[in-house]
């Protein structure tokens, strides 16, 4: 799941990179989700996620995993 904004890309590029990449993006948050999100404001996505114990990137991590 893709929240906030990125500054180098659209939200359509970064989910082209991660669908290329073998990933799947998905529009809610679950066990199975590694989600991004960048931003000053809290949103439920992301409370969510880290009450589920999901894994949280940021953009600079999510360009380390995508190469």
Known sequence: MLT???AH???DEAKKMIED???K???SVS???ITWWRG???DRSLDKAK???VEVVDEKQLEKLLG
Do not use: D
């Open 4 to 6: 906030g904004t990125l």
């Open 9 to 11: 890309f659209t939200r």
């Open 21 to 23: 990449a073998g990933g």
């Open 25 to 27: 993006v998905t529009g």
């Open 31 to 33: 066990k199975k989700t």
């Open 40 to 42: 000053r404001m809290r």
């Open 51 to 53: 009450e589920l114990g």
